[in-house]
Nanobody, 113 residues
């Protein structure tokens, strides 16, 4: 069983930055693709970014050029660096380990205008 624990959310003004972290337990982290999703109030959960086990990355169009996903296999942690934040980025952000369908509990990001 793997546990994923997100942290780093908070309240920030538009144009600001936050870095989210997702720490994984267990020993399989380095072999797994990881992703970030978000869910805004009243909306469906949407995909934000993915990083493969080899470090290849992909992003949804709305965050390209602003967000960066990265991973540290030694620390068993995946990060989401979020810059130039906009009010529409406000959501609960979740990390996931794709192959095994593990999810974290989420961390709230609120961007004020």
């Amino acid at each position: 069983q793997v546990q994923l624990v997100e942290s780093g959310g908070g309240l920030v003004q538009a144009g600001g930055s936050l870095r989210l972290s997702c720490a994984a337990s267990g020993s399989i982290f380095s072999s797994r693709a990881m992703g970030w999703y978000r869910q805004a109030p009243g909306k469906q959960r949407e995909w934000v970014a993915t990083i493969t086990s080899l470090g290849s990355t992909s992003y949804t169009d709305s965050v390209k050029g602003r967000f960066t996903i990265s991973r540290d296999n030694a620390e068993k942690t995946v990060y989401l660096q979020m810059n130039s934040l906009k009010p529409e980025d406000t959501a609960v952000y979740y990390c996931t380990m794709y192959r095994d369908n593990y999810w974290g509990q989420g961390t709230q990001v609120t961007v004020s205008s």
